[in-house]
């Protein structure tokens, strides 16, 4: 299994070479040169598999450059009771008729960014100490990925972690879940600014390839193809589940920002998985709600994006959406130049000619949901069943809700705890969300973080000072 760029300037590389890359040296995307197929005899096969076994099966399809005993110990290491909070490691919780939570947000940071990040802090480690290497991920967060990245890389030989995060502008329980971490590798650097400053200067500090070169920075975005890869494990999982026969289809609905969750599912789909519908839900931020119903894409500038109760999703430039687009041009590399060119140029593309392949050929239908509604499913969800859902999960329900088939099982990805957003949750339901237990007395923790000025050169001092050589 080798790995090509949508762009087509990339020599065919092995998983582990594209592992610590970001971006292709052509500035696309890395992807299989074909996407492995898994037919229904092997699904059955899979049917009796724990989910570190599972994820081994997986995984392997998009990894032949490591050792199968050795992958196996990786997806064990990283999906195991302790460090998610359920034996299943991915609960299936029934809410009513056919529609059930997927429940990914079992990890230590309570979202589904650490079903990914488990996976891609084991096997970082693994392939550094194989190499004799280090690396220092550099990396801006407003609270999601930062978290879970360092939870799964605190404590490993071969990394650190420098995380900028806005001064004053993250929830409490953000706060304290990141700053509460006293691993030596793990760097809160709190700026003095607003996230899209932190990520300037991430920005900055990449881009001076002496210094990226001189300090080995690397970095845990959502483009990461092992992230996308290890995602691809819950949906099989999911439909595992739900179903009892071959050719069963079930549905997904997926709460979306930049495109990586449901990624994974369209992949798992043209592997072959009895998929029927791919939901894709946005907040008030829907360009990517925009494009599955008109099919141009325009994204917005950062000024544009508004700031909502379900924050995970305020995002307007979706950074994996040009991997789904490889696709739909048939992956023909001279078509993806070509739209990227014209969204330099004009600010959008075009692909309304192919409209009728989105749902026929790629089974993805969208829509969007605002504040109002996310009150209103949590609340109704709430009273119809007891269970309360974050403010994320309620934007993938409420449009679940419109494209729900008898007889089709639908799966609701849970991509974060309610815990997270209790403010929310207080609004829509009056109570507040229960806390996991060991997380009760997170805030009474002490705290590391360092705070300085929004600077690059006092970010680029203390990165010289504290990087593992
Ligand atoms: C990151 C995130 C999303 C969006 O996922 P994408 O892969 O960026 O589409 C949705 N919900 C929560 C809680 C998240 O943390």
Redesign the pocket.
Known sequence: MKYRSTRGGMQPQAFSDILLEGLAPDGGLALPESFPRVNSETLARWRTLSYAELATEVLSLFIDDIPRDDLNTLTHAAYREGVFDSAEIVPVKPLYDNVSLLGLSQGPTL???DMAMQFLGQVFEYVLTKRNGTLNILGATSG??GSAAEYALRGKDHVAVFMLSPHGRMSEFQRAQMYSLQDANIHNLAVKGVFDECQDIVKMLAGDLQFKAAHRLGAVN?INWARIAAQVVYYFWGWLRVTSEAGQLVSFAV????????LSGHIAREMGLPIHRLVLATNENNVLEEFFRTGVYHPRAAAQTHATSSP??D?SRASNFERFVFDLVDRDPVKVIALWRQLESNGEFDLSHLKNRFTDRYGFVSGCSNHADRLRTIRATYERTGVII?P?TADGLKVAQAYAEPGIPMLVLE??LPAKFAETIQEAIGVQPPVPVGLKDLSSLPQRVEVMDCDATQVRAYIQKHALR
């Open positions: 979202a589904f960014k999601d990925t959502s709460p979306s920002g930049n495109f990586g969750n449901i995970s999703m995002i974050d994320h991509t974060a």
